[in-house]
């Protein structure tokens, strides 16, 4: 991988945020070791191979299209662990078993280390709770609805698996390939952080419009743009100068070092990619924090890297836009760092929208505990017992004592 070095860096007490970053060669490529040639760095291909070794790659999904799915797969590397995490319906179709079927077939021909999971299995919500961890949990001790549940759950398995880094890849990209891409970002960026703390984002270069004139490259989503808006605003008032450094406050398509995974509190569903932002904010964002005193020391770091190939995936509708922007924008709205004039801004931008009919109903989402609330020796023993939903595929099933799929067929 080849990346141009960021142009800007802003501070905001232990969080560091770059600039985004352009790519100038996608594959791994072959350098023997660490090469800075003028504003070019080209991390060594071992570098990226031992870091994608050390990654689990988390794809959430729901009721998505199978042929997507295996693409999906297919531009996952090997040498990363896949998790699916799937909240598809099991009635009146059971869309998990066609799922884990489409996967099975897969993995016995590609290889893949991989785990499929169900996000309702009842054996996982009672392993949570003996651990300590109701946080995911509904009033039916079920885990709960939502993208940012699934993901939270897949960072869980990531570290029962011992992995170091996790990366998110949406199942829904009418372009699979393009995961290749990301995930050789994500890498690129680990390579270098400078921290043990660190967070790559991918900024889409297009976000393509069909319409009936054709393809428009447009640059951003609409509801990216006023996301990013927003979370620019608030870095300004927090720190009395403006700034348009946000340019991923949506995004899907990211990945984070276990260590800073562990610390940082995840907001519900789709209010999750945002919040993270402001999260690093309201915990590290003024230096102090003294249960963190030595990722205070070493910082955040947060990477955006800008993608070359543009996005396409699934149109799930203006109203979906609506909730994902009102969820993200309540989760800003709520938190301590957010001024009286920020919120004036999220309330008449959301009714502009029709998002909402008044302030009121900028609901607070729920935000879970820390992942290092979780008991792992209870967690990990109760998963030792057979789960309903759960499949291994060319795994070391040590971990899970479960028969592996992949050794069939
Ligand atoms: P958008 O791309 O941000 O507009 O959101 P999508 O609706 O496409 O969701 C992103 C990814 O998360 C897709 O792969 C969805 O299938 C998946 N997804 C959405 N909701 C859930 C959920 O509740 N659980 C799980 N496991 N996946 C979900
Ligand atoms: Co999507």
Same mark, same amino acid.
């Given at each position: ?36 040639? @003028? ?101 039916? @001790? ?46 690129? @960026? ?172 900028? @609901? ?46």
């Amino acid at each position: 991988v080849k990346l141009e070095m960021h142009r800007n860096v802003e501070m905001f007490g232990a969080v560091r945020i770059n600039d985004v970053q352009r790519i100038f060669e996608i594959g791994p490529g072959n350098a023997e070791e660490d090469v800075v040639e @003028g504003e070019i760095i080209t991390p060594s291909a071992h570098r990226i191979s031992d870091i994608l070794g050390r990654m689990a790659i988390i794809v959430p999904i729901k009721g998505e299209n199978l042929k997507l799915l295996e693409g999906i797969l297919a531009s996952i590397p090997t040498r990363c662990l896949v998790l699916v995490l799937s909240n598809s319906d099991r009635k009146p179709i059971d869309r998990y078993k066609m799922e884990a079927e489409a996967v099975a077939n897969f993995c016995r021909a590609s290889k893949h280390s991989c785990i499929t999971i169900h996000q309702k299995d009842a054996k996982i919500a009672a392993a949570l709770k003996d651990a300590g961890y109701s946080t995911l949990l509904d009033g039916y @001790g079920r885990v709960r609805n939502g993208k940012g549940e699934a993901m939270v759950l897949g960072i869980i398995f990531a570290k029962l698996f011992k992995r170091q880094y996790v990366g998110f890849i949406d199942a829904d990209n009418f372009v699979p390939s393009t995961a290749y891409e990301y995930i050789q970002s994500f890498a690129a @960026g680990f390579s270098m952080a400078k921290t043990p703390y660190s967070m790559v984002r991918i900024s889409w270069r297009y976000k393509p419009k069909i319409s009936a004139g054709g393809l428009y490259f447009r640059r951003r989503g609409r509801v990216s743009e006023i996301t990013n808006r927003i979370l620019n605003l608030v870095i300004s008032d927090f720190t009395g100068f403006g700034s348009e450094i946000i340019k991923t406050g949506n995004a899907g398509e990211h990945a984070i070092s276990l260590p800073l995974a562990e610390i940082l509190q995840f907001a519900s569903r789709f209010a999750i990619e945002p919040y993270e932002l402001v999260n690093m904010l309201e915990i590290f964002g003024r230096g102090e924090a003294p249960e963190f005193k030595k990722s205070v020391k070493e910082g955040v770091e947060v990477l955006q890297i800008e993608s070359r190939s543009p996005h396409f995936h699934d149109n799930k509708g203006e109203e979906h836009l609506n909730e994902m922007l009102l969820e993200g924008l309540a989760s800003v709205y709520h938190s301590n760092i957010c001024s009286d004039r920020v919120k004036q801004e999220i309330v008449s931008e959301l009714l502009s929208r029709k998002a909402i009919s008044s302030a009121d109903d900028v @609901g607070k989402p729920r935000v879970m505990d820390p992942l290092s609330k979780i008991d792992f020796e209870a967690f990990h023993s109760r998963m030792r017992l057979k789960t309903d939903t759960i499949q291994t595929f060319n795994l070391n099933n040590e971990v899970l004592n479960l028969p592996d799929m992949g050794a069939q067929g």
